[in-house]
């Protein structure tokens, strides 16, 4: 992935700060599914920049716990796109020395919002919501549908 942090940059002509595409995936439908994931991905190269994997796995033989636990995220799974987001956000600068202050996301997440309120890169660089005119036509679609 750092490759393609690099690529991104190269595509951004050398700026470190970079638009990115955010969206969560649950290995089943509905807030119900154990497992999940964000990724983070460059706009301007399409590869994916960073991702976080979660699991609500609880051990099956408490005995060997701390040698088989998956568990890294408690709540509901719909959270766990907001989670991963805000994660990936406030570790673009240690991992990558890059920042990420250009946001698409689906519009389906509280991701955006809870990055801008933990001011993940501080008071003077805030992160800028892109909106994508596919899903924006998809949402007013279904106003429209009725």
């Not at 154990?34 to 408490?62: A, H, Q, W």
């Not at 959270?79 to 991992?95: D, T, W």
């Amino acid at each position: 992935m750092a490759e393609a942090v690099r690529e991104a940059v190269d595509e951004n002509d050398g700026k470190r700060d970079l638009a990115v595409a955010v969206d969560g995936s649950w290995q089943k439908r509905g807030f119900s599914s154990k497992n999940g994931l964000v990724t983070v991905t460059s706009v301007d190269t399409g590869k994916v920049i960073d991702v976080e994997v979660f699991s609500k796995r609880i051990c099956p033989n408490k005995t060997k716990h701390l040698q088989n636990c998956k568990r890294n995220f408690e709540g509901y799974s719909g959270k766990m796109e907001v989670a991963g987001a805000l994660s990936i956000f406030q570790r673009s600068q240690s991992l990558y020395n890059v920042r990420y202050t250009k946001y698409l996301g689906d519009g389906d997440s509280k991701a955006f919002t809870s990055i801008v309120e933990n001011k993940v890169y501080g008071d003077h660089c805030s992160v800028e919501k892109l909106e994508c005119i596919g899903h924006v036509m998809k949402r007013m679609g279904h106003v429209f549908d009725a």
